[in-house]
């Protein structure tokens, strides 16, 4: 019923902006044949025409969205907005006899059940009441199924309009070509800014931590050596060094976990999302709902998404626990990761942007939610066929 109920005011609010846009189109029309003699004032005239064409094209493309369900997100310009509004305004139109051809039905049926069953003025005065029961049975049947077709008229109206929004609002082929040319160039430049920015933070991690323990581990070794017959000063310095190589091995697993985990070869998304889960050092709850495993280059992506968020929450954010929730619909990848911290994380970011041109780079869609307060919500959608 809500549905039907948008959809009515759209058709509505169509057959007023028809109106407007009838008018519009036949002053532009008359307005540039007028000045084809005139080639000055014709080229500013259309520049004019063309503005006001893109203005109220674009408040076509709202109501579209809005009470259609019908997004575009082709902005036309020129000729092709004014070939647009003029066909629209038929269309509008249309859908304005359809709302009056209701109204005047349902006027009408109230006037005539009003002077069926009046007492004074009958015009079916010494008729039986039984005549005038099923003289009213026939008037609602009749107008039921008049009212019908004119609904169904108005939903026809309601494709009609939707389909000049995918006819006209969307981009065409050349204009298609060149924003996937754009596109291209700009995920390229991004991933190759993402290799470099990830190289530089595994050089970080090398020389700030496990270079670091490599030059303890060989100082204690040196000293070690140097303890000469004191036996006990020797044997804790072995044991320290012993200890020192331990957390050279945690930080070259740390360091090789994040380049790229090697429980996705073992088992895929899922085990790899629940070792990190169990690593996150906060609580994190895992949902996992994909059946069929995705390809390895949307696992890898999907699982930094992941590992960036959860790494924010627990340094930054100050969140109590963490949702992470990763789920397959209509042939995309959803990952979705939910903490109830302070906010303010942003997609310019050097850890999120980064994550931003990773998903970029599989045509994917990345969106960050964490106003000031909390919470967060940071949304990737991979597409997995």
């Not at 039907?4 to 029309?29: Q, Y």
């Not at 051809?101 to 039986?128: C, F, H, K, N, Q």
């Not at 998903?359 to 949304?379: E, M, N, R, Y």
Request: glycine share 10%; proline share 3%.
């Amino acid at each position: 019923m809500r549905r039907w109920l948008r959809v009515f005011l759209g058709v509505v609010l169509g057959a007023g902006t028809a109106l407007a846009e009838l008018v519009f189109v036949l002053s532009a029309g008359l307005a540039l044949t007028a000045l084809l003699i005139l080639p000055r004032l014709r080229s500013r005239v259309a520049s004019l025409s063309f503005a006001g064409a893109q203005a109220l094209t674009e408040l076509e493309r709202r109501r579209l969205a809005k009470y259609l369900d019908s997004s575009h997100a082709g902005r036309p310009g020129g000729a092709r907005a004014l070939r647009y509004l003029a066909v629209r305004c038929a269309v509008g139109l249309l859908g304005g006899i359809v709302l009056f051809l209701i109204a005047y039905g349902a006027v009408g049926m109230l006037v005539e059940l009003v002077e069926l069953w009046a007492t004074v003025g009958d015009p079916l005065e010494g008729r039986s009441g039984t005549e005038k029961f099923w003289l009213t049975v026939y008037l609602i049947v009749f107008c039921s199924v008049l009212g019908f077709l004119a609904l169904t008229g108005l939903a026809g109206v309601a494709v009609m309009d939707r389909a000049l929004g995918e006819r006209f609002l969307e981009p065409d082929r050349a204009e298609q070509l060149r924003q996937r040319v754009e596109q291209l160039s700009t995920t390229r430049s991004d991933v190759v800014a993402a290799i470099h920015e990830e190289r530089r933070r595994i050089e970080r991690d090398l020389h700030d931590g496990v270079q670091q323990r490599l030059v303890a581990l060989g100082m204690l070794i040196g000293r070690a050596r140097r303890a000469g017959d004191d036996g006990d000063r020797a044997a804790g310095l072995l044991r320290q060094a012993h200890e020192e190589s331990q957390e050279i091995l945690r930080d070259f697993r740390d360091v090789a976990w994040r380049v790229y985990p090697a429980a996705l070869d073992a088992g895929g998304l899922h085990p790899a999302l629940a070792a990190l889960v169990e690593r996150a050092g906060m609580p994190v709850e895992l949902r996992y709902e994909v059946a069929q495993r995705p390809a390895v280059e949307v696992e890898a992506v999907a699982y930094f998404v992941v590992s960036e968020a959860v790494t924010n929450a627990a340094k930054h954010s100050g969140a109590g626990i963490v949702t992470v929730r990763v789920e397959r619909e209509e042939g995309w990848l959803v990952v979705r990761v939910d903490d109830d911290g302070a906010g303010g994380a942003s997609v310019r970011g050097a850890g999120l942007s980064g994550l931003a041109r990773r998903v970029a780079a599989l045509d994917g869609k990345f969106t960050v939610d964490s106003p000031v307060g909390g919470p967060t919500t940071i949304v990737a959608e991979l597409p997995c066929g």
